[in-house]
């Protein structure tokens, strides 16, 4: 006879075997299950029970609550919780409640099969169906049945229980009994909600059988779910911080190239380019002071003079094509009669110059280029026609700057001025009916033309009132004080004409000599003639007017005349052969007397 083995010990939920999956199983694991099961039957322990009156009068049983089947679980295997990354995994879940143990099972589902004999082999579940724990054989005859537990109590393994009574078809379930604190209640109970039990450990949160659980695969390892992403966000008081720090730093990264291009500026690195107008082609107006001078420049020249003592600079202008130039006597006076003289173009030509004719009484020359082509002949006006007030210009080379334009007005007509006179004899004074104007003319500007607005010349200037000691015209050195005098052009054509066709200008006289010393008003006729001569000349035109010594002219043509010098300017103005009317006062009385200009060679 066998000895009986001993009882094994009841393994742990944690160190049972896992069960193989449907349709793997041999028969050897199914006998070696029966076995253990009968054992564990027959060697349980019948744990008390408290009585069922007990329970529903609410009375607490004075012995400690038992412990719990299962302690809990640190890794959280299923089915408490998920798979762990080393426990086994449980079998396919699907969420549908199981029922409890011995609870009556409604038609329809699938009922599992009633195991052979000496087998505790379970058929796999239905399709849908959780599977369902395997069921214990009857005890042999003769052994001692354990008390069916109290509601709530779980009983231990291998303990067969009388059938539960099922849900009638057509009544409602019986409400369950609230279950014993500290028991668990069966599977697929639904526990009344109630206050919590201070003196109760918080049972450990089931898994809701969600959708998660259809099509489980339990060798995957199922990653854990990611965390949701929280939204930023930013604060108005960090906004406004984050914007202060970028002006900042924009401030200081601007100061800073600043200071960096501003030293690099300073030592010469960088180049300043500063705005400025585009250049204007269009031509100025001809009657504005550009238009006239940028006419008028191209027929300028200056004239430099060396003679064998002294030398000087003036200007002058040119009058035709062959090449001739006006200009003033005391330009051209100290080349004398084997000096040099040269002279410049407004376009920078040199070309050199000899004297066609030169006249000390009008203080008038000519000079001729030869051989220069591109000669620019400026216009003539006319000076009779020139009006007090009017715009003028005058172009020339005060101090040997060349081509100086200066503008101005006519500030008077017919200004008797004397020029020259430095030697004794007085044959090198010049008598002008000048023309006044106030564009400022300086030494160097002697001969340069006098032109309108219309670009046409009507004077040759020629003289200055100096800021010097007042002694005379043309004497002084000094710049100009608004006082400057031009030859009228009438005059200075006649003379030119003259000097380029004989070499010699002819003067206009009344025949009579004058007491230059005389202090009255008037030109008186002198009573002792020059040298030999008679003071009236016999035949001549003063003479024919009936003229006498002594007797004093006070107008000219109704003009009046104050001194000898003003009467030789009137009479200068005019051309031989002219008619004057003339008024002289003999013996206190005034009378008229009408002459015809005589002509006298300037030799």
């Not at 944690?14 to 299950?33: F, I």
């Not at 409602?172 to 039990?197: E, F, I, K, R």
């Not at 219309?454 to 015209?473: H, M, P, Y």
């Amino acid at each position: 006879m066998d000895e009986p083995k001993a009882p094994k010990p009841k393994p742990k939920w944690w160190s049972r075997p896992v069960a193989a999956r449907p349709g793997d199983q041999s028969s050897d694991t199914a006998e070696g299950a029966e076995e253990r099961t009968e054992a564990a039957a027959a060697q349980a322990p019948v744990e008390p029970v408290e009585p069922v009156d007990a329970l529903m009068e609410g009375r607490v049983p004075e012995e400690p609550a038992p412990r719990p089947l299962h302690e809990p679980d640190p890794y959280s295997t299923p089915p408490y919780g998920g798979p762990g990354p080393w426990a086994p995994a449980p079998p396919v879940q699907h969420p549908v409640a199981t029922p409890a143990q011995g609870t009556h099972v409604p038609p329809g589902m699938a009922q599992a099969p009633p195991p052979a004999p000496g087998m505790a082999q379970a058929p796999p579940p239905a399709p849908g169906m959780a599977q369902a724990p395997p069921q214990t054989p009857p005890p042999a005859p003769g052994t001692p049945q354990a008390p069916p537990p109290a509601p709530g109590m779980t009983p231990p393994h291998g303990t067969t229980l009388p059938p539960a009574a099922g849900p009638v078809p057509g009544q409602s379930a019986p409400a369950p009994m609230p279950p014993h604190p500290g028991m668990t209640p069966p599977h697929g109970t639904q526990l009344p909600v109630g206050p919590a039990d201070p003196h109760r450990p918080a049972p450990m949160a089931q898994p809701a059988p969600t959708a998660q659980w259809r099509g489980y695969d339990p060798w995957t390892v199922v990653p854990p779910p990611a965390a949701p992403k929280t939204p930023k966000t930013v604060s108005r008081r960090g906004a406004w911080i984050a914007v202060l720090l970028i002006a900042l730093v924009a401030g200081c990264v601007g100061g800073g190239i600043g200071a960096y291009a501003e030293r690099d500026n300073a030592s010469g690195g960088v180049d300043v380019k500063l705005p400025q107008a585009p250049v204007e082609k269009e031509a100025r107006a001809p009657g504005s002071v550009a238009g006239i001078a940028a006419s008028s420049l191209p027929g300028v020249v200056t004239i430099h003079v060396r003679g064998s003592s002294e030398e000087g600079t003036g200007t002058g202008f040119v009058l035709d094509k062959q090449g001739h130039i006006l200009t003033n006597n005391h330009v051209v006076q100290p080349a004398g009669a084997d000096g040099d003289i040269s002279v410049t173009f407004n376009s920078g030509q040199d070309a050199k110059a000899e004297i066609i004719g030169r006249d000390t009484g009008y203080d008038l020359a000519v000079v001729k280029v030869d051989r220069v082509s591109g000669l620019t002949p400026l216009p003539l006006g006319n000076s009779d026609s020139v009006r007090v007030g009017d715009p003028v210009v005058a172009i020339g080379a005060p101090f040997d700057l060349a081509g100086t334009v200066t503008s101005g007005i006519i500030s008077a007509k017919e200004r008797p001025i004397t020029a020259g006179g430095e030697k004794e004899d007085g044959s090198d004074v010049s008598y002008v009916d000048a023309l006044q104007t106030d564009a400022p003319i300086n030494p160097g500007n002697s001969g340069g033309p006098l032109v309108d607005r219309k670009g046409r010349v009507i004077g040759i200037n020629s003289a200055i009132r100096a800021a010097d000691d007042g002694s005379g015209l043309g004497g002084g050195q000094g710049g100009s004080i608004g006082l400057g005098f031009a030859i009228p052009i009438n005059q200075g054509k006649r003379v030119a004409e003259e000097l380029i066709n004989t070499g010699k200008a002819a003067h206009p006289v009344i025949g009579v000599t004058l007491d230059m010393g005389y202090t009255g008003d008037g030109a008186r006729v002198n009573t002792k003639g020059a040298g030999s001569g008679p003071p009236v000349t016999s035949g001549g035109p003063g003479d024919k007017a009936g003229i006498k010594a002594g007797d004093v002219i006070m107008e000219v043509d109704g003009v009046p005349v104050h001194s000898g010098q003003e009467l030789i300017v009137k009479i200068r103005s005019h051309r031989p052969g002219d008619r004057l009317a003339l008024t002289v006062k003999r013996g206190g009385k005034k009378r008229t007397a009408e002459l015809t200009l005589g002509s006298a060679s300037s030799g």
